[in-house]
């Protein structure tokens, strides 16, 4: 028996012996024979579930699109709260395996790792490791990372009264990510502010031999996202009050294996602005509209 449970009370999923909770949200009317796909949605560095929920909401879009999404909070507060491997990784991994036993690997048909800053670094970083190596098929960087480096404005880390953590010298950073040693579709979507340029070319891309990236028609919301990223003493590289705004949207096309590889630039927005309805959907459009199958063989594996 798990010992992670719905509390009634609160809405989310608990478990027994920490007493850690997490945001579990599944289609309203989802039925015992359906297949889904499971994002894991992990929030940035000085921040926590209830924002990340806010911050991409996805689970908005569970009913059309069919998805399954665990929004869950790091366990380390200090010096700020944060991803750490000895504190976290066994409860992510607890989470996804809850998931596992709740719906079956035989109807998971895709698995994305979600992450805004640090918890993309921290997406980064699990897809080191050979558990999530082998389920993920996929990963959405939100600011946190690009597989091709996209170089982090200077003013970005100005008006900071945080320390900022170590960063090893081969490992995930801001700007940075580590290429994966497994088979994933990528999409990195950023604030226009936060970068210096976004590179035209992908390594990632190039790993599977996709085309020329192309540019696909502007995503324009008019309305604004649920939270604000505007934070007294920090500048717009880091984010201002929550607003209307528009999205440019790079592929890389005729990837094998049929893999999304994209870039999104919110224009005008920096770090921390919540995700607007309209580009919201668009990457989860992108994300179910992926390959998956990773957990469809493991079941078959036995």
């Known amino acids: 028996m798990s010992k992670i449970a719905l509390d009634e009370s609160s809405g989310l999923y608990v478990d027994a012996e920490s007493g850690r909770k997490f945001f579990l949200d599944e289609p309203d009317d989802l039925k015992a024979d359906e297949k889904v796909t499971f994002l894991l949605n992990l929030h940035g560095g000085g ?70 800053s640090q918890g993309g670094m921290t997406s980064n970083r699990l897809l080191q490791s050979d558990y999530f190596a082998s389920r993920v098929d996929g990963w959405l960087s939100l600011s946190g990372g690009r597989i091709g480096p996209a170089e982090i404005a200077p003013s970005f880390f100005e008006g900071s009264d945080r320390p900022m953590p170590a960063f090893a010298p081969d490992g995930p950073r801001p700007g940075r990510a580590v290429i994966p040693d497994c088979d994933i579709s990528f999409i990195f979507s950023t604030g226009g502010l936060e970068i210096v340029k976004l590179p035209e070319t992908s390594p990632w891309a190039e790993k599977y031999n996709a085309g020329h990236r192309v540019r696909l028609p502007d995503v324009v919301d008019t309305e604004k996202g649920q939270v604000t990223g505007e934070t007294p003493g920090r500048g717009p590289s880091w984010g201002r ?41 668009e990457l989860i459009k992108m994300v179910v509209g992926a390959p998956g199958g990773k957990w469809m063989a493991l079941a078959q594996a036995g």
């Open 47 to 116: 921040s926590h579930g209830i924002w990340q929920h806010l911050y991409f909401p996805a689970q908005d879009y569970k009913n059309e699109y069919r998805l399954v999404v665990a929004t869950p909070t790091s366990k380390t507060k200090e010096p700020m709260r944060r991803w750490v491997d000895e504190a976290d990784d066994q409860w992510l991994r607890d989470i996804v395996e809850f998931v596992c036993d709740k719906y079956g690997k035989d109807r998971i048909k895709s698995f994305w790792l979600v992450g805004h």
């Open 241 to 281: 009050a929550a607003r209307p705004g528009t999205a440019e949207v790079y592929v890389y096309p005729n990837a094998s294996g049929g893999r999304v590889i994209a870039d999104v630039v919110r224009l005008d927005k920096g770090h921390t602005e919540g995700y607007e309805p309209k580009i919201t959907e």
